[in-house]
T-cell receptor
């Protein structure tokens, strides 16, 4: 089974702190994604990566950056946390992308619930 | 604008009963449609994935249907169990080489009561 592991289930940080959210997948997937999920808004894509050291902005990248130094690890960075970044953060990975192949199914981690005070 | 609309927003049913969740989308051209189940406090888990040429796909007590002409999909749950209580998310992928470009519905929250 695919396993996507997020380093923390719950995190409490203060405004202005630099925050690192870590995600590791064990299936040699090419693609990794960071989403945030808020009530009434659904999942929104922050950043994604197709390859090591490669990153692309999603729909809401402002206030975030990412790092992918190794294929299995994708980190989300909040440079200066703000209260409006309080949310559930979900990491996902997929083997393929595009077309109709089922191999582009995204597998999600358990999520990190971040509270910024 | 939200290109994937789910209904109802929430639903309460008795254990053992059947239910059907709806997903209407405007994404075009369309590649595939997926249903995910998300337990409270957990990440979403894939239930089914259907291409535009498929009409139905089953996964145990879950059956998804797709009408690509009317751009509608439904997820039918048979003989519901307490463990079916979760949020069900419809996800539509446009027909492009950008596999990241998923359109998420806001989900239907299902509560199964004893």
């Amino acid at each position: 089974d695919v396993k996507v592991t997020q380093s923390s289930r719950y995190l409490v940080k203060r405004t202005g702190e630099k925050v690192f959210l870590e995600c590791v997948q064990d299936m040699d997937h090419e693609n990794m994604f960071w989403y945030r999920q808020d009530p009434g808004l659904g999942l929104r894509l922050i950043y994604f990566s197709y390859d090591v050291k490669m990153k692309e902005k999603g729909d809401i990248p402002e206030g975030y950056s990412v790092s992918r130094e190794k294929k299995e690890r994708f980190s989300l960075i909040l440079e200066s946390a703000s209260t409006n970044q309080t949310s559930m953060y979900l990491c996902a990975s997929s083997l393929g992308r595009g077309g109709t192949s089922a191999k582009n199914i995204q597998y999600f981690g358990a999520g990190t619930r971040l509270s910024v005070l | 604008k939200n290109q994937v609309e789910q209904s109802p927003q929430s639903l309460i049913i008795l254990e053992g009963k059947n239910c059907t969740l709806q997903c209407n989308y405007t994404v075009s051209p369309f590649s595939n449609l997926r249903w995910y189940k998300q337990d409270t406090g957990r990440g979403p888990v894939s239930l089914t994935i259907m291409t535009f040429s498929e009409n139905t796909k089953s996964n145990g007590r879950y059956t998804a249907t797709l009408d690509a002409d009317t751009k509608q999909s439904s997820l039918h749950i048979t003989a519901s169990q307490l463990s079916d209580s979760a949020s069900y998310i419809c996800v539509v992928s446009p027909n492009s080489n950008s596999g990241y470009a998923l359109n998420f519905g806001k989900g239907t929250s299902l509560l199964v009561t004893p």
